[in-house]
């Protein structure tokens, strides 16, 4: 497994390399969404949409404190995580996801191109799980690339809720048993 | 002794010997010779003389004609009477022009003046030609001067002024439940008391198709859902009665039985009354579902309206929580959902969902599972829009939830924004009112032209200032009008006045309609507040709260003025945020031409319509929530807020609840969610991508393109004026 990209500040609480963040989204999963696209990805899927992201030295960096008053003053909207791969920062997006589910009522889905599998079979990657709410699986692949889907490009993507509550029936989704 | 005169219309007006001296210096001072003031007064002295009571204009010209020739100047004869042929060739001429263009179809703005007319056909045509020519005797026979001087200055517009000589009103909220209890006449045809959910439906669409021919604006069904309701529980009945026919048995029992639904189920294993009563319930949905179908497909496709035009109608329902307006409301969404011919999305009858907390809106109300399934079809389909009856202004006191009758105390919209609700001269309600004129002021170039004051407070003083004079204009300009619309006879709206507009039921078939229209309102619009805004200060109230400040400034006085009105001059005036199609380019290119092209005002082929943001502006819709809320509640006349969002909301209705949860914290009164409807005029696929050129699924390039305009749909957008076409472009989505 590829080297995550992890920063701290001095002060120890962590940063995040954002690429932008976009308020009150609606592409990015059901409602409005405040979307947080970070830099960095080193999947490389061939034709990806966003080449662009694959910089891990792209984009700034913010605290997550920023990122919380964003978050909390975009009132409508819930959350996503995008990018890049959030995963390639995993601390850092883990106590994001912390902080909003102390601090608010809003859920998170979460895109990566790593697969569940990969995910809960690492430790590290594994901690932001419980945190989030749906999470949208797997590398994109061009030959299984299909425009009718949802919120994912290719079919082996998947969209995966991990706290066992479905809110919205959407086809083509894989409820599974809650996270421990 | 000469008194008076007839002016061509047939109106008499005061004999003014200074007319006559003014059109004969007027024709000396194009002569070599000059004005001689004494000889034109001795002309007019002399005709004054003459001993008849009255004389045409005509005959007077006549008159002054032969004086010229029997005095010195001759030459002065010869200016006066090319002047005058020139005149009436120009009156001509100008008709040919116009003629002209709309027999060669080219694709100019007269042609395209609204979105929703087929102006190429024959009706359409006739239309047109009806439409040059009263327009051009309302401006030279029944205006003011003043009046007329400030519309050919482009300081204000008069709406719908082509009908102004047949003394019609613009809109009415149509209460059908009076006609389907009672039956009406409607001119050629008779209809008793409706008895079954097909012929109410259908009648719906007569009453709003037979009105159309009766007045210039649209047409609404306040509570759709409780109208028809009644007509749902008489279906069921009639299906219990053919199966106690059928059976021998005798079920008559069941008729009044208590359902909490109307849902459609399999009847397998159901036995006994239940089978009884849930086949005529499976009956039921179906006749309700088609009479659905038949209502839109009518509507979206009669072309009853003058001009070959289909009705510009609007429904409003969501609040009737009894299980048969539960049915209705869903079989209306089914049919919306579904769409028109092979799928396509339905133009009319624009839809309005009454959100109402308590009711059709939060997760524990009656009509919640309703409330989420037209907030999808709306992602699919553009309606419903929302009207939302929290907002402060749309309370009523006497709103009760165990009344059953509580629909006339619910405000309800027309689907272009105009709203009727407060009543000075009679009770509060949207029901049986409609609007009776309304006229916008071109804020804009009252703005450019106090832009040459340097310092800003005086600028902003003369544009009040300006505003005033604007304002007394348009109240004389409404008022003028009403009294001419007012000498109506009854019998010239026959099913308005005879069966639909509050108190016309007293009237007698030669009563003027006097008695009654102070029920409706007079409207004052305005467009262009952005514009205006910038030339006064430079910024637009999306980008900066000093403007934003200033344009609250600025309608809250039109509003205080309007009601100042309404006490002065004893009518329901109220300000309206002008849903602005036709107008939109007119002011615009008006201006250019005499202020040049001023950077963020006159660069653009329009204004911006009314207190929104502009739409090239990128924010997110909670900022435009948070600008145009507050104009809601000072534009009574009638106002809509517009959200673009980006992509296809098909699968993400929650998107489109987000939205009214915006209307709801923000307090806005009427709103919509714009977005992109590409549709695939060869296979049917449909998408909401922003330039799709090629279907992704057959690869034909037959695409119709459905957008938004001012409210109503329009698909294949060449169709749309050089205005609107150039505001599409400029669209930002919100994020």
Not at chain 2, 38 to 49: G, N, P
Not at chain 2, 512 to 522: D, F, K, M, P, Y
Not at chain 2, 641 to 662: Q, R
């Amino acid at each position: 497994m590829e080297k995550t990209f992890d920063a701290k500040n001095l002060n120890g609480t962590h940063v995040i390399r954002v690429l932008d963040i976009l308020e009150e989204t609606m592409a990015d999963g059901p409602g409005l969404r405040t979307s947080i696209y970070c830099a960095g990805c080193l999947h490389h899927c061939p034709g990806c949409h966003n080449p662009q992201s694959w910089d891990m030295n792209g984009g700034h960096e913010m605290s997550i404190d920023e990122i919380m008053d964003i978050i909390i003053s975009d009132e409508f909207s819930n959350v996503s995580f995008s990018g890049g791969d959030p995963f390639y920062q995993v601390e850092a997006f883990t106590e994001l996801a912390r902080r909003i589910k102390e601090e608010t009522d809003k859920t998170i889905w979460c895109w990566t191109g790593f697969t569940y599998e990969e995910i809960i079979a690492d430790k590290r990657l594994a901690a932001m799980l419980p945190y989030l709410d749906v999470l949208v699986d797997g590398p994109f692949i061009m030959e299984k690339k299909d425009p009718e889907l949802l919120f994912r490009g290719s079919s082996n993507q998947r969209i995966i809720y991990l706290n066992g509550k479905q809110e919205v029936p959407i086809e083509g989704t894989v409820p599974l048993k809650p996270v421990k | 002794m000469v008194k008076s005169v007839i002016k061509r219309d047939g109106r008499i007006v005061e004999f003014d010997k200074k007319k006559i001296i003014d059109a004969v210096t007027k024709a000396m001072d194009v002569t070599d010779e000059g004005e001689d003031i004494v000889l034109a007064a001795e002309i007019a002295a002399a005709i004054a003389k003459i001993s008849k009571e009255s004389m045409s204009v005509e005959d007077i010209q006549d008159h002054v004609e032969m004086e010229l020739m029997n005095s010195p100047r001759k030459e002065v004869a010869k200016k006066y009477i090319a002047y005058r042929n020139q005149r009436n060739l120009a009156r001509k001429a100008k008709s040919r022009e116009i003629f002209k263009e709309i027999i060669e179809a080219q694709a100019t703005d007269i042609t395209r003046e609204n979105a929703n007319m087929n102006a190429d056909t024959p009706a359409g045509m006739m239309m047109k030609f009806a439409s040059e020519s009263t327009k051009s005797f309302v401006d030279e026979c029944l205006l003011s001067e003043d009046v007329k001087e400030a519309v050919q200055g482009a300081y204000i517009h008069i709406h719908d002024k082509d009908y102004y000589p047949t003394k019609s009103l613009t809109c009415v909220q149509h209460p059908l439940d009076r006609i389907l209890k009672n039956g009406f006449f409607a001119g050629h045809g008779e209809s008793r008391p409706a008895k079954r959910i097909e012929t109410a439906s259908i009648l719906g669409c007569i009453s709003m198709e037979t009105v159309q021919n009766e007045m210039h604006g649209g047409q609404a069904i306040p509570a759709f859902d409780f109208y028809m309701a009644p007509f749902v529980r008489k279906a069921f009945k009639e299906e219990i009665d053919k199966i106690s026919e059928i059976t021998g048995e005798d079920y008559s029992a069941l008729k009044d039985v208590q359902l909490d639904d109307y849902i459609k189920r399999d009847l397998l294993g159901i036995q006994g009354n239940d089978r009884v009563i849930q086949h005529a319930v499976n009956m039921t949905v179906s006749r309700v579902h088609q009479s659905m179908e038949a209502f839109v497909h009518n509507m979206n496709s009669i072309h009853s309206r003058g001009g070959n035009q289909v009705v510009f109608s609007s429904i409003n329902y969501g609040t009737d929580t009894s299980a048969e307006g539960r049915c209705v409301i869903r079989e209306i969404l089914n049919t919306t959902y579904e769409g028109v011919g092979n799928g396509s999305t339905a133009i009319f009858p624009i839809q309005i969902w009454k959100k109402k907390r308590g009711v059709s809106y939060l997760p524990e109300d009656r009509n919640y599972d309703l409330y989420r399934f037209a907030c999808k079809v709306s992602a699919r389909r553009f309606f419903p829009n929302f009207i939302n009856l929290d907002a402060p202004f749309n309370h009523h006191e006497q709103w009760n939830a165990e009344d059953p009758k509580r629909y006339e105390y619910e405000c309800a919209t027309m689907g272009c924004r105009t709203r009727v609700f407060e009543n000075r001269f009679g009770p509060k309600t949207s029901i049986g009112r409609g609007n009776l004129s309304f006229t916008t002021i071109n804020i804009v170039r009252l703005a450019i032209e106090c832009m040459n004051e340097p310092d800003r407070n005086d600028r902003i003083q003369k544009f009040f200032h300006r505003l005033d004079w604007a304002l007394d204009i348009t109240a004389k300009q409404l008022c003028e009008r009403f009294n001419f619309q007012k000498t109506a006879l009854k019998k010239q709206f026959p099913l308005l006045m005879g069966a639909l507009w509050n108190g016309s039921e007293n009237l007698e078939e030669n009563d003027t309609i006097e008695s009654v229209i102070n029920q409706g309102t007079l409207g004052i619009g305005f467009i262009g507040l952005a514009e205006a805004l910038i030339a006064l200060i430079g910024k637009h109230h999306g980008e900066s709260d000093e403007a934003q400040e200033l344009g609250l400034r600025i309608v809250t006085y039109m509003r205080d003025k309007a009601n100042e009105y309404s006490e002065k001059f004893k009518h329901n005036f109220s300000v309206i945020a002008t849903p602005a199609e036709g107008l939109s380019g007119r002011f615009t290119r008006f201006d250019r031409k005499k202020f040049g092209i001023l950077p963020g005002i006159t660069d653009k082929e329009y204004y911006t319509n009314s207190n929104h943001v502009p739409v090239y502006y990128k924010c997110t819709p909670k900022h435009k929530a948070e600008i145009e809320a507050p104009y809601h509640d000072l534009t009574r006349g009638g106002h809509i807020f517009y959200v673009e969002i980006d992509g296809d909301a098909t699968h993400n209705p929650e998107a489109i609840m987000a939205i009214v949860d915006l209307m709801d914290r923000y307090n806005i009164g009427y709103g919509s969610v714009n977005h992109n409807r590409n549709r695939c005029m060869d296979c049917g696929y449909e998408n909401a991508d922003e330039n799709l050129e090629e279907c992704p699924h057959c690869h034909g390039r037959n695409i119709d393109k459905l957008q938004r305009i001012t409210g109503y749909l329009v698909g294949t957008t060449g169709r749309w004026n050089n205005a609107k076409l150039a505001e599409l472009h400029d669209r930002v989505v919100h994020k």
